[in-house]
C-alpha cells in the first residue's frame, strides 16, 4: 500500500515485494533496501538514524510531502516477516534533499551532504549491478 498524498488514506495496490532485505554498503553505513515492482526502495528508520537524525521525525516529514511514495512493506529480516516503512529511492533522496545542511548538529552535516550527493547512484547501482548478473547466468 502507498500513501499518495498528505490528505489521503493509504490506498491498495498490487506490488511485487522481493520480501529480502538488501544491504547496500555506503561509506562505512548499511543501507538497508528491498526491491518493489523490480526498484529498490529504502527501509527508512534505519537509514535516517545511519545518518545521525531523528528517524521518526524524518518519516513523518516525508509522509506529509506530496510528492512521497512510501510504504509499509512486508520484509524478511532474520528469519522473521517485519513491516518496515520503505520509500521508493526518489522520495527519499527527495526527502534528504529537503533537509538543509545548516540546521543539523556540526557532526551530522559531512555524512548528510555525503548522503545527499551519491546515496542514490550507489542503491541505484547496486540493483543494476545485480539484475545484469543475474541476467548473464540465464
Not at 502507498?2 to 548499511?30: C, K
Not at 529480516?77 to 518496515?84: D, I, K, L, P, T
Amino acid at each position: 500500500a502507498y500513501r499518495v498524498n498528505p490528505g489521503s488514506t493509504f490506498r491498495e495496490a498490487r506490488m511485487d515485494y522481493s520480501g529480502d532485505l538488501v544491504p547496500v554498503q555506503f561509506h562505512g553505513d548499511t543501507i538497508y533496501a528491498v526491491k518493489v515492482n523490480d526498484r529498490p526502495h529504502v527501509i527508512l528508520k534505519p537509514a535516517f538514524e545511519a545518518i545521525g537524525l531523528d528517524a521518526d521525525r524524518q518519516i513523518a516529514n516525508i509522509q506529509k510531502q506530496p510528492w512521497s511514495c512510501t510504504a509499509v512493506t512486508a520484509v524478511q529480516a532474520s528469519g522473521q516477516v517485519r513491516n518496515m516503512i520503505t520509500a521508493d529511492l526518489r522520495s527519499f533522496l527527495m526527502a534528504l534533499a529537503t533537509i538543509p545542511a545548516t540546521r543539523v548538529a556540526e557532526h551530522v552535516r559531512p555524512k548528510l551532504i555525503d548522503y545527499q550527493r551519491e546515496v542514490a547512484d550507489v542503491i541505484e547501482a547496486h540493483f543494476t549491478r545485480e539484475r545484469h548478473q543475474i541476467g548473464r547466468a540465464h
